[in-house]
T-cell receptor, first 111, second 113 residues
């Protein structure tokens, strides 16, 4: 099956800092999504981005499908950005075959 | 819309007991799936469904059964609980066109003693 590797595994930053999270995947995919799991365990979809670049406020993501990686950028970090960020992929475009998740990047934003 | 709902939120079982985790969505999504999350791990796919009457196995299906009799509901059954099934279980759903984003329920924390 598809392998997903995320880096770094842990990241501690001060409020206001910028960060880049990376996701590498082992095979061609037609579905890539980024999720944030908050400290209460809720998973929130941030981006559906199988290719290209998207931005939503302080967050943006870029996927280079031909090179099999995706990047999530967080600018001007706030304490509410703390949590675990997951990258997940699937072969089928609609995600009909379910998602394969990486192990996540645990982000801590200190005030 | 309530989105994706899961019941119960917490459950403790003894080894060998059976139970059903409930999942429902009111967004008319065709795709639904179950994942488990263990400490330090990402989520792993248990079973998934592309529509009523159609299910398939994911990465870790052993010990679990599913059925999909309606578009809205996708229950997960533990046939004979084992301590290795202690985990947090998430249900998710998505639409088959346009946006594809997966929406997750709040999770069920299951402990098997």
């Amino acid at each position: 099956g598809i392998q997903v590797e995320q880096s770094p595994p842990d990241l501690i930053l001060q409020e206001g800092a910028n960060s880049t999270l990376r996701c590498n995947f082992s095979d061609s995919v037609n579905n890539l999504q980024w999720f944030h799991q908050n400290p209460w365990g809720q998973l929130i979809n941030l981006f559906y981005i199988p290719s290209g670049t998207k931005q939503n406020g302080r967050l943006s993501a870029t996927t280079v499908a031909t090179e099999r990686y995706s990047l999530l950028y967080i600018s001007s970090s706030q304490t509410t950005d703390s949590g675990v960020y997951f990258c997940a992929v699937s072969f089928l475009g609609g995600g009909a075959d379910g998602l394969t998740f990486g192990k996540g990047t645990h982000l801590i934003i200190q005030p | 819309n309530a989105g994706v709902t899961q019941t119960p939120k917490f459950q403790v079982l003894k080894t060998g007991q059976s139970m059903t985790l409930q999942c429902a969505q009111d967004m008319n999504h065709e795709y639904m799936s179950w994942y488990r999350q263990d400490p330090g791990m990402g989520l792993r796919l248990i079973h998934y469904s592309v529509g009523a009457g159609i299910t398939d196995q994911g990465e870790v299906p052993n010990g679990y059964n599913v059925s999909r009799s309606t578009t809205e509901d996708f229950p997960l059954r533990l046939l004979s609980a084992a301590p290795s099934q202690t985990s947090v279980y998430f249900c998710a759903s998505s639409w088959r066109e346009e946006t594809y984003e997966q929406y997750f329920g709040p999770g069920t924390r299951l402990t098997v003693t």
